[in-house]
């Protein structure tokens, strides 16, 4: 049909379901494919696969990179790269230890700072109770004299100028309570500010360690990292090994996204029903005859096919049939046409009288190993075919022609030998083996009575041959 499946192997692959479409293609209709589902995982497991090969691509680069020697400037590099991380894990230890202790005496500030307004509060607080005392008794004092009240002191009526002195008196009590009370609020505000600013400290305090302890710890990864970048310029072959379990991981994690991706194809792919095709078990047929027309029911005979390899129908006695085995290889010759080749036995009927053979013979097919040119001359007509049965293989034996070996009234098989120019001969008894080509292998009974070149009698007088 002009469509290529790819090789005969029983697998219903890509290749074969790429011919099922094209053939469908070609015939106008649309290949049977993947569902919507299917397609979606098939699309995920082709990414799978792409993320696989781009793995295993970077695995192959590092298995290079990770063969190859370390250049001096390389490991130079590295030590240097050794001591900047050293040199900057001593920096961040320094400046852990300097930001505590800094943190710590923010602290300490902030509470003292706190203890000297709480005692300044309360000196401020009793100064306030002492003027507002102050305050109130001169108040008092100057009620009574204004009110025509008597002096305590003298006893008397307060005169003008006691009362101006009073006046004078209560006005200073009024000034010293005012700015006592405003001391006291001012004292007050400090503790408020002192123990905010103890609060601030205390949490400095308290994420400075973790704040330095993150640095700390970044430095500590980078002398790691160093340190384990020059080891492994210094140990090539334990790198190189890594690498190369690396890339063996990789190729192990393609091979399974290819083969995942195959079976979800397999479950799907380009279907093929059974009632549009019809299977030949064979690598290629010829069409001879197409019986129905487009259209038409497929019922009945459809069409005529013939087999696109030559093959030889030939037959055997039943007596020979038990030589013959499968498989077993033959010459093929056809004087007439020039043709000579080789082949091997294909089958063999189990019974006579098949394929239109008579009842004494049974039929043997023979294919051929290579098709010579000129073989459709072949075709319906009789070729000669030679079976090997049996071989003396690399052993040199005697043998002599068929017509030299005779028969004695007791059954004994003889040959007549040649013993001097005068045309005198001997009877040699012989045990006759395998024969061939008209020859025969004999094996003389007593040793050293037939030997090579020894002339034998065939026949009558003028027909001996050696």
Do not use: C, W
Request: charged share 25%; net charge negative.
């Amino acid at each position: 049909l002009g469509f290529d499946p790819g090789p005969r192997d029983g697998v219903y692959d890509a290749a074969a379901q790429a011919a099922v479409a094209a053939l469908y293609t070609a015939r106008g209709y649309r290949a049977q494919g993947l569902t919507t589902d299917q397609e979606e995982k098939a699309r995920q497991l082709r990414k799978a696969l792409l993320d696989a090969q781009a793995n295993l691509d970077t695995a192959k680069a590092s298995e290079q990179n990770a063969a190859k020697p370390p250049k001096a400037s390389a490991i130079s590099e590295a030590e240097a790269a050794v001591r900047n991380a050293e040199t900057a894990l001593a920096s961040a230890l320094r400046k852990a230890e300097s930001d505590l202790a800094d943190a710590q005496s923010a602290v300490d500030r902030a509470k003292s700072t706190l203890d000297r307004s709480r005692v300044t509060k309360t000196e401020a607080d009793a100064e306030a109770a002492r003027t507002a005392a102050v305050k109130r008794d001169a108040d008092s004092a100057l009620a009574t004299a204004r009110s025509g009240g008597v002096n305590p002191t003298t006893g008397l009526s307060f005169t003008a100028a006691e009362i101006e002195q009073l006046v004078t008196s209560a006005s200073t009590a009024a000034q010293a309570a005012t700015q006592a009370a405003q001391a006291a609020r001012e004292s007050a505000g400090a503790i408020e500010a002192a123990t905010a600013e103890l609060r601030t400290a205390q949490v400095r305090l308290n994420d400075t360690p973790a704040l330095n302890t993150a640095a700390v710890q970044q430095a500590i990864d980078s002398v790691t990292a160093a340190k384990l970048r020059k080891s492994e310029m210094n140990e090539t072959s334990d790198g190189l090994s890594s690498a190369r379990a690396s890339t063996q991981s990789a190729q192990r994690s393609v091979q399974q996204a290819n083969e995942e991706l195959a079976r979800e194809l397999a479950k799907g792919g380009i279907s093929l029903p059974a009632g549009e095709v019809v299977f030949v078990d064979a690598d290629s047929v010829r069409v001879e005859e197409v019986t129905l027309n487009a259209g038409d029911a497929a019922t009945g005979k459809l069409m005529t096919v013939t087999g696109a390899r030559f093959a030889v129908a030939a037959s055997v006695s039943t007596a020979d049939r038990d030589l013959l085995t499968l498989g077993a290889k033959v010459t093929i010759e056809a004087s007439d046409a020039g043709i000579e080749t080789t082949g091997e036995i294909t089958s063999i009927a189990e019974k006579a009288g098949t394929d239109g053979l008579d009842e004494q013979h049974v039929r043997v097919m023979i294919s051929m190993d290579s098709v010579p040119t000129g073989a459709q001359q072949l075709n319906d007509l009789p070729v000669r075919i030679t079976i090997p049965i049996s071989s003396t293989g690399d052993t040199l034996v005697l043998v002599v022609p068929v017509a030299a070996v005779s028969l004695a009234a007791d059954g004994t098989s003889r040959v007549e030998v040649e013993t001097d120019p005068k045309k005198e001969t001997k009877l040699v008894n012989v045990k006759p083996g395998i024969s061939s080509n008209g020859l025969v292998q004999v094996d003389p009974l007593e040793e050293g009575s037939l030997n090579e070149g020894d002339r034998v009698v065939v026949g009558a007088s003028g027909q001996e041959s050696s």
